[in-house]
């Protein structure tokens, strides 16, 4: 049984800074696609980045040039690197991975950027 656990979300003052953490565990052979969702109070789960398994990123155009994806493959972890954080950036924030050609999730993390 895959099981993804994420870890690395609180809170933190506008402009500063959080890094996610996501680990696959279970019997794993590959895993294609990693990303990072988001899903605000009122307001639709949004993708904030993907990479694939060649180490290609994606964002979305309000994070770009903010928050970083990686992944180490010998882990089975992603990550999101989130700088200058703002306060439209709150939100629970969700891991995804494709392995072995099925959708997995992480149970969320919050992130809440107050002062």
């Known amino acids: 049984q895959v099981q993804l656990v994420e870890s690395g979300g609180g809170l933190v003052q506008p402009g500063g800074s959080l890094r996610l953490s996501c680990a696959a565990s279970g019997s794993i052979f590959s895993i294609n696609v990693m990303a990072w969702y988001r899903q605000a109070p009122g307001k639709q789960r949004e993708l904030v980045a993907n990479?694939?398994?060649?180490?290609?990123?994606n964002y979305a155009d309000s994070v770009k040039g903010r928050f970083t994806i990686s992944r180490d493959n010998a882990k089975n972890t992603v990550y999101l690197q989130m700088n200058s954080l703002k306060s439209e950036d709150t939100a629970v924030y969700y891991c995804?991975?494709?392995?072995?050609?099925?959708?997995?999730w992480g149970q969320g993390t919050q992130v809440t950027v107050s002062s």
């Open positions: 995804k991975m494709n392995i072995h050609l099925r959708d997995y």
């Open positions: 990479i694939r398994s060649g180490g290609v990123p």
